[in-house]
């Protein structure tokens, strides 16, 4: 049974995110989404427990892909699925660029562990999770960049938010 590991931070999940499970759920037999404890950028709008709810809510249509999270080195996570490949959307220059030194990273650590990229969709290159958090900042419409399940409970963090900042 072939098996992927869709990665991520999911701050939150957008159609972007989405739509690399989605394509990834066709051509792998099983999927599992992995959100993970990202050390790296501080501050989250949304708890762990909250990113997850959120993804569970948003694949909850698609039957081969699971839901999980992690807090650690995505390699070693890795190591728990014989023969898992690493799925990654590519959106521009500037992800390859990360991605390919992460690739490096991960191999030292797991040298079995391989990473495909899958273009992201035109529709959806300008899109990322710091996009949605600033447009939701500013009470911007979500729709068309989030699944729907999961726009109410953005706008209602935004909302503690902007009154946290006074705005
Ligand atoms: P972000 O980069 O938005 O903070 P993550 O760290 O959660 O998101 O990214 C997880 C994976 O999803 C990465 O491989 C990233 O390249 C990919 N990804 C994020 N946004 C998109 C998008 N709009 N289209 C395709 N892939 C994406």
Redesign the pocket.
Known sequence: MSIAI??????P?????L??IRRTSKIFDRVVVCV?H?ST?PSPMFTVEEKLDMVRRSVSRYPNVEVDTYDGLLAEYAKRYEGAVL?????AAS?FE??FQMNLINKQINPQLETM?????GK?????????REMAFYGADLKGLVPNEIIDDIEKKAKLWRGRDGK
Do not use: Q
């Not at 999940?13 to 995110?17: A, C, E, K, Q, R």
């Not at 799925?87 to 959106?91: A, D, E, I, P, Q």
């Not at 959806?124 to 949605?132: D, I, P, R």
């Open positions: 869709c990665p991520g931070s999911f701050d999940i957008t159609l972007g995110h739509n690399i993970m990202n950028k799925v990654k959307g590519l959106r992800d990360y991605e990229f899958l273009t992201a969709d959806y290159t300008f899109l990322s999770s710091s996009v949605v």
